[in-house]
């Protein structure tokens, strides 16, 4: 009876306490020999639209000969085995699809790939170069990959994460709202709301994936630091103004209180006593805007 040596290729470790029950039945013509195995497995995960990211979690194996392979037949997949019933899934992830992908190339074609997509290849004047023209590179490999595709379990990390700091962001916008000349106000709440949002990172940040790129979730918190404290100096701006337009007062000569100069007088007080206000309410919502177009641009590229 012929038993196929199958590889695993993207093993990561074999722990010590795993199981490997081990079975071959034979019915008929057909032989069947199953194998379970415990393992940790390597592969690439993407965490950029963190919490709302789906990975592919790719288990990889290969025959090294292809000679005695007539042909590959995808076999029964199934989400789930052994469990049976519903409950909470405490895994933080929930099984979409599996799906088996076969493929068949030379070595040749295998190293090729790799050293076309992470390197360059060798000096054509290179007397031993990487990918070689010989028995070994036309040898055929055929490999197939389980593919597991999972789905991240957003609720939680949206009503623990996301929505305090969005409150924190909409919280700040009173401060444009408080009268320009309450600056002690206006500051301390601009702090306050500054110091809530860094003790919320802290929860923040043993929540998040260990990843060297910064994931949706970073800049969200960046963009709320910014937004909380861009409420300071805009204080201090219209605080400034505010103080400068109380210095204006209209003249007491004669000469200078004609009709023409009073009407003008009034007009430019008119239109410096308006400019806090404005200077406000261009500022909520610009601030309101770009939480917003944030919000959209960050999450809603999937």
């Known amino acids: 009876m012929w038993l196929p040596t199958v590889r695993m290729i993207n093993v990561y470790s074999l722990p010590d306490t795993r199981l ?12 069947s020999w199953w194998l379970g195995l415990n393992s940790v497995v390597f592969t690439p995960m993407n965490f950029r639209s963190f919490p709302f990211d789906s990975q ?6 290969g025959y090294s000969d292809a000679a005695y392979i007539k042909e590959f037949v995808p076999s029964t997949t199934s989400k789930r085995f052994l469990i049976r019933g519903d409950g909470n899934i405490v895994s933080g992830w929930d099984v979409t699809d599996v799906k088996v992908v076969n493929s068949s ?40 990959e389980v593919v597991i595709q999972i789905k991240r379990l957003w609720k939680h990390y949206v009503l623990n ?22 600056l002690d106000v206006r ?17 923040i940040n043993e929540s998040l ?37 109380k ?19 009034r007009l430019l007080r008119g239109k410096r006593h308006g400019a806090p206000f404005i200077i406000d309410w261009t500022s909520f919502s610009v601030c309101l805007l770009t939480l917003i177009i944030a919000m959209v641009f960050l999450f809603g590229k999937d």
């Open 247 to 265: 210095e204006i007062v209209e003249p007491a000569s004669a000469d200078l209180a004609s009709n023409f100069a009073s009407k003008v007088i």
């Open 56 to 61: 592919d979690l790719v288990l990889q194996f």
């Open 187 to 203: 500051i301390g709440l601009s702090v306050t709301l500054f110091l809530s949002l860094t003790a919320l990172q802290f929860i």
């Open 161 to 182: 994460l996301i929505t305090p700091a969005i409150f924190i962001v909409l919280l700040s916008l009173i401060t444009f709202l408080i009268p320009a000349d309450s």
């Open 105 to 144: 190339q030379t070595q040749q074609q295998e190293l090729s790939d790799w050293v076309e997509q992470y390197g360059k290849f060798s000096d054509e004047d290179d007397p031993s170069p990487v990918v070689r023209r010989n028995a070994n590179a036309t040898k055929e490999l055929v490999t197939f």
């Open 20 to 31: 490997q029950p081990y079975e071959i039945s034979v019915e008929g013509d057909s032989v």
């Open 209 to 245: 994936p260990k990843t060297s790129n910064p994931s949706a979730m970073h800049e969200l918190i960046l963009i709320s630091y910014i937004i909380v404290t861009f409420g300071m100096p805009e204080s201090i701006l219209v605080y400034l103004v505010k103080q400068q337009q």
